[in-house]
């Protein structure tokens, strides 16, 4: 299996930071990774596919890039709607693993 | 509108079977992938397994495999996630999602089953 790594595990802004995660596959995944927003008692919600293609109705603070093994989520000017839990998740080769999770809290 | 609406809630008790169902709305459905996601509570979310709705081709995670069955009834546009004997530690919410292959992320999402396993 593919082991998907985020770091940092949680991380505290404020309103208008810019905030950068990253995460690491285990071996190359080529630009085969999306990224996710997940709020309290919800559904996951695709922010970014195909390692920097932003999906249709995400506000464009919202950026990704990288390819092969290390990737990265920005968000360029945080809002309060923004802090939630974001989860990379490779789409390469089955079982499609997710990484653990970056919690991101007000500051 | 694309939606993919899951079963309601359920409290079982160890032992015991279950099924739960996610059915897809608003799109062809046959040409898609349907996943499963498990999220324990408290917890990230987790890859069970995926199948494709065109030829019942079907993937399993090593983590799940043997441990529940996935399966689909194309005429009625569902997919199936199946336990036949339950314990207390699969207690979670499970997801359903959809996927195009390639390139594309997982954008249509169940509203998530709660299922419940306690004696």
Redesign the interface.
């Known amino acids: ?1 593919i082991q998907m790594t985020q770091s940092p595990s949680s991380l505290s802004a404020s309103v208008g930071d810019r905030v950068t995660i990253t995460c690491r596959a285990s071996q190359s995944i080529s ?2 990774l ?1 990224w ?1 927003q ?1 709020k309290p008692g919800k ?4 922010l ?3 390692a920097s ?1 932003l ?1 249709s109705g995400v506000p464009s603070r919202f950026s990704g890039s990288g390819s092969g093994t290390d990737f990265t989520l920005t968000i360029s000017s945080l809002q309060p709607e923004d802090f939630a ?1 974001y ?1 990379c ?1 490779q ?1 390469h080769s ?8 970056t919690t991101l809290e007000i500051k | 509108e694309v939606q993919l609406v899951q079963s309601g809630a359920e409290v079982k008790k160890p032992g015991e079977s279950l099924q739960i169902s996610c059915k897809g709305s608003g799109y062809s459905f046959t040409s898609y992938w349907i ?1 499963w ?1 498990r999220q324990m509570p408290g917890k ?4 069970m ?2 199948i494709y709705l065109g030829d019942s081709d079907t ?5 799940f495999q043997g441990q529940v069955t996935i399966s689909v009834d194309k005429s009625i546009s569902t997919a199936y996630l199946q336990w036949s004997s339950l314990k207390a530690s699969d207690s979670a919410m499970y ?1 359903c ?1 959809s ?1 195009g292959g390639g ?5 249509v ?4 089953t709660t299922v419940t396993v306690s004696s």
């Open positions: 299996d630009r085969y999306n996710y997940q559904a996951p919600k695709l970014i596919y195909a293609s999906q839990t989860y998740q789409s089955s079982p499609y693993t997710f990484g653990q999770g | 996943g996601v990230g979310l987790e890859w397994g995926i993937r399993y995670s090593p983590s997801y999602v996927w390139w594309n992320g997982m954008d999402w169940g509203q998530g």
